[in-house]
Structure formats: structure tokens, C-alpha cells
């Protein structure tokens, strides 16, 4: 019996050679969480690059693709789990008697987080000043196990109540689920779209697999285990940890204390302050203290609100700047003059429409592809969306980092969202059997257990966020969200956002400045990608 509160997590195994080399790059050899060390950046980098499309564990990775490649014999006197002994007094001094935050910012770690729910990657790709890369549903099937088990996270407290063994069969049945549709699924997927003449074997079965596994996702459960691989630096870490630490979800919590250890051989001076009692400890204690007393009042001014009755939107526009275009102009204008910003806004509000498609296009001259940005003045106006959309769409548009994300609690109340891929496969009734079977599970723990018993939620149920955001971030989401080879669910949210940027907001200069948001409809979205893949490897 797991002791309660303690989450326990699958050990790796490796030869003694293998645990030789790798003791010499990351700081524990056993544990979900560790640092990368002593390796090049671009290593580092391209180890969190192959991540997210591997069913491997990055220290695995390393030693089957990477370590090959690499001259380690100048390493051998290296032990990385030994973590620093040095007093590094120049960063004790200046960080902790000047409180120069600006120090912390100067220490960077590349740290693999295994084995971590897809509640508990919200709550790490929250920080904004941070880089993340997460194990992809698109590439990899989640029916392969991990140490003879399905990759769900098992927390103690659950496993521990009368309801554990109902969790752990419930949750099994769900990736049973998943491990039939996706077959069935992805050979509709080959009669449906049959292979063109030009393309080889490899690009046919990559492109309908990944329109599969797309397809089928939403079957699992928001217990499902990730990897991520995030890059930060020691003030990044910092507030990632504090925010930890006062999380309502004791996953989150027993997660930080893992992260803290690690972290701490590698950046130990920028931690000090996370366990001081007027410092960390205090700030946790005030995040904990907010977040409890909004919920109250909370639920005070809404008990017995009905919810709506009627279909709702999946995507509303819910506040914009009617003058927001003329503000743009201007702010496009106004380093080229020695004006104040009114006179220029003034001056901009008398020209004729030739002369404003004249500034808009001098500004954002000839973007030949979609990562050729304008410039900040595109920062100056807002659009503030209400989104209800599947948990599984949130989730990869969540981590778009500068923009404001706010998200409700996962629940099966809002219903979900059956792909057409399954229904015309013929697997209708069995997702439909493991949406019930996952609302009834959450029906169960939910009066226990709280903001845990969204472990049982499938990605296919539907969660409602707001996402606020500038026009340079909306121009950068949704290109990059609408391009053929992306997700149909995140997509079609992407396409609703600009279409109520031209027609709600009126802003159509800015709607059509977005030159590389697609409104098309592919059949199989990754096979153009897989084409020019092929064509990269050839060459």
C-alpha cells in the first residue's frame, strides 16, 4: 500500500554501464525528475526536441540515440549526481543580501519532468518566461505500458479509499478503449484516404496514424502520463515552485518537491529564498490564501445559478476596442514622429482608407512566410475570447505562453466532442461507453476527492477557458494553429477567432494582415509535414 500523500512513480532500469554514463549527465539516475548537465546546449536541446515524439524516457533517449554520437572520454572523472559542493558566494551574496532578482536570471536548467498527468502539464507550463516541449498525443500510441501497467497517474489517497480498485479498473477500461479504436480508426484512416502514387509507404502510414491517434485521444483520461522537457531559468523556477507548492492538487505539491531537489544541485543559491518563512514560504501561504477565499465568495454569488439551457458558441468574442484599428495606426506611426501619441492618433483618424491600407501595408511590408512578424505596435489592441471546447484542444492551445489563459475546472458537464473520423470508422458506441464510464467515475470522486477527481476526465469532454490577447500574439496562435498540419479541434477554434476579428470586431485591416491563417479543411493533416520530412531526409 502506497503511503498516503507519497505519489509513486515507475523506476527505470538500466546495465551498470549504462548507469556509468549516465550518472555523468543528469543529477539521479532512478526518479521522474532530473537536471541535464555537462552537455552541450545543443545536445540539451536536441534530447527535448526528439522528447515529444518518443514513447522513451529522455535518459533512455539519450543512451540509444544520442550518447553514440558523443566524445565522453574526457567525462569519465564526472559524477553529476554528486550536485554542487561549491559555496558560490558571489550569488549568495548578491541575490540574497541586495535581492537582486535579476541574478536568478542568469542560471538556465534543462530539467525532464516523467510520469506526470495531463492535469499536473497545466500546472507546469503555467509561467510564461519559461520554454517547454510535451510528449505528443499525435505520435505517440498510449496504449504502450510502463513497468506492466497503463500510464496513468495513481494518487496514493485515491488508491488508498474505497474507491481504488474501482479507479484503477475504470481507468483501465478506458485505455482498453483507446487500445481498440485506435486500429479501427487508423484503418478507416488507410481505405479513406488511399496512397497517392508519389508517396512512399513510411509518409502513408505516418499521415493516417497521426489522423488517428488525433481521432482517438480523446478517450483518454486527463490522468494520462507526459513527459515534459522545460528550459528555465533559477527566477523562472522559482515562481513555477512557489506556485507549486500552494496548488490545490497534492500531485502538483509532492511534484515540486521533487523538482526543488533537483534543482537545487545544479542552481542551489537561486533557490534559497523558496523555504525562507517571510519569503517563499509566506508568498505560497498568499497564493493558497487568495485562491481559497475568491473560491468562497465564489460560490456564495453564483449558489443556484442554472446553467445555460440553451447550445452554447465554442468560441465568443467577449470584449474588443471599437477604435482599436485607429490605434493600431497609430502605434504603427509613432516612432517615426516627434509627436505626442493623441496628435498622432488625431491624424490618423482623417485619413482615407487608401491612405491607412498604405501605412498598414509600409508596416507590415511582404511576409513570405508566417514567421516573418510585424512589430509591437500590433501589441497595442486586445481581443478577449470566452472558449468551450475539448479538454484535449485546450491543452495545446494552453501552452502558448504570451497571452492570458484562465481555465475552470475540468468537469463532464459541458458533454464532448465525438471526432467524425470515429463515427465513420464505426466506433461510436465504444467511445461513447467510455464517456459514460469516465463521468461516472468522476461522479464518484469528485465529493471526496475535489479538483483530483478530474483524473477521470476523457480529453474529449469539453472545458471552458478565456484566452486575452494582443493582436501580434492572436496573429503569431493563429497562423501557427490553423496550418493544415494541426489538430481539426484547435484548428476550427483558430479559424471562429480571426473570422470574429474581421466581422465582430470590425478589425479587417488586422484580420487580413494575417496572410498565412488557412480556412481550408485537409483530409489528412500531417501529410504534406510527412512529404516534406521525407524530402529533407533524402536530402
Not at 522559482?238 to 500552494?246: S, V
Not at 494541426?486 to 483558430?494: A, D, I, N
Request: charged letters at 30%; proline letters at 5%.
Amino acid at each position: 500500500m502506497p503511503v498516503a500523500g507519497v505519489a509513486t512513480y515507475v523506476a527505470e532500469e538500466f546495465t551498470s554501464e549504462e548507469t556509468d554514463v549516465l550518472r555523468r549527465y543528469v543529477t539521479n539516475v532512478e526518479g521522474p525528475v532530473f537536471a541535464l548537465v555537462n552537455l552541450p546546449e545543443v545536445v540539451k536541446g536536441a534530447l527535448f526536441a526528439r522528447y515529444s515524439r518518443t514513447h522513451k524516457s529522455l535518459r533512455r533517449l539519450f543512451l540509444d540515440e544520442f550518447v553514440d554520437d558523443l566524445d565522453i572520454e574526457g567525462d569519465l572523472s564526472i559524477d553529476a549526481t554528486v550536485g554542487l559542493q561549491r559555496a558560490e558566494r558571489l550569488y549568495d551574496r548578491v541575490f540574497l543580501e541586495y535581492g537582486d532578482d535579476s541574478v536568478a536570471q542568469l542560471g538556465g536548467v534543462h530539467l525532464a519532468c516523467e510520469q506526470a498527468s495531463n492535469l499536473l502539464t497545466k500546472v507546469l507550463e503555467w509561467g510564461r518566461l519559461m520554454s517547454y516541449l510535451e510528449q505528443s498525443t499525435r505520435y505517440i500510441a498510449y496504449d504502450e505500458r510502463l513497468g506492466g501497467r497503463y500510464r496513468y497517474h495513481r494518487q496514493p489517497e485515491i488508491l488508498a479509499s474505497p474507491l481504488g480498485t474501482r479507479y484503477v479498473g475504470d481507468m483501465d477500461r478506458l485505455f482498453d478503449a483507446y487500445a481498440e479504436l485506435v486500429p479501427l480508426v487508423q484503418e478507416w484512416c488507410r481505405e479513406r484516404y488511399p496512397k497517392q502514387a508519389d508517396d512512399s509507404d513510411f509518409v502513408h502510414r505516418q499521415s493516417t496514424r497521426a489522423k488517428a491517434l488525433d481521432a482517438v485521444r480523446g478517450v483518454l483520461p486527463a490522468a494520462s502520463l507526459s513527459n515534459v522537457g522545460i528550459y528555465g531559468t533559477g527566477q523562472g523556477y522559482e515562481a513555477l515552485l512557489l506556485r507549486m507548492r500552494a496548488h490545490p492538487l497534492p500531485e502538483a505539491r509532492g511534484y515540486a518537491e521533487l523538482m526543488l531537489a533537483e534543482l537545487r544541485k545544479v542552481i542551489p543559491s537561486f533557490l534559497t529564498r523558496i523555504d525562507l518563512p517571510e519569503r517563499g514560504v509566506r508568498w505560497s501561504q498568499y497564493l493558497r490564501d487568495t485562491r481559497e477565499s475568491t473560491g468562497e465568495i465564489a460560490a456564495k454569488l453564483f449558489a443556484g445559478a442554472a446553467p445555460p439551457t440553451e447550445p452554447e458558441p465554442e468560441v465568443t468574442l467577449v470584449d474588443f476596442d471599437a477604435d482599436g484599428e485607429n490605434k493600431l495606426l497609430a502605434a504603427m506611426l509613432y516612432p517615426f514622429v516627434d509627436l505626442p501619441e493623441e496628435r498622432v492618433l488625431d491624424r490618423v483618424r482623417e485619413l482615407g482608407a487608401q491612405e491607412r491600407r498604405a501605412v498598414v501595408a509600409a508596416y507590415v511590408g511582404e511576409r513570405s512566410n508566417r514567421r516573418h512578424k510585424p512589430g509591437r505596435a500590433l501589441e497595442r489592441i486586445t481581443y478577449r475570447f470566452d472558449v468551450l471546447a475539448d479538454y484535449g484542444a485546450f491543452r495545446d492551445l494552453q501552452r502558448h505562453r504570451m497571452l492570458t489563459v484562465e481555465w475552470q475546472p475540468l468537469t463532464p458537464r459541458h458533454g464532448y466532442t465525438l471526432p467524425e473520423a470515429v463515427v465513420e470508422a464505426g466506433g461510436q458506441r465504444r467511445f461513447a461507453e467510455a464517456m459514460d464510464r469516465s463521468a461516472a467515475l468522476y461522479d464518484a470522486l469528485d465529493p471526496t476527492f475535489g479538483v483530483a477527481g478530474a483524473y477521470a476526465v476523457c480529453l474529449a469532454y469539453r472545458v471552458r477557458f478565456s484566452l486575452h490577447l494582443n493582436a501580434r500574439e492572436a496573429l503569431h496562435m493563429l497562423e501557427l494553429r490553423t496550418s493544415p498540419q494541426g489538430h481539426p479541434s484547435y484548428r476550427r477554434l483558430c479559424q471562429q477567432m480571426h473570422r470574429l476579428i474581421a466581422e465582430q470586431a470590425g478589425h479587417r485591416a488586422v484580420a487580413d494582415l494575417m496572410h498565412f491563417v488557412d480556412h481550408g479543411e485537409p483530409g489528412l493533416e500531417r501529410l504534406e509535414a510527412e512529404r516534406r520530412a521525407e524530402n529533407r531526409r533524402r536530402r
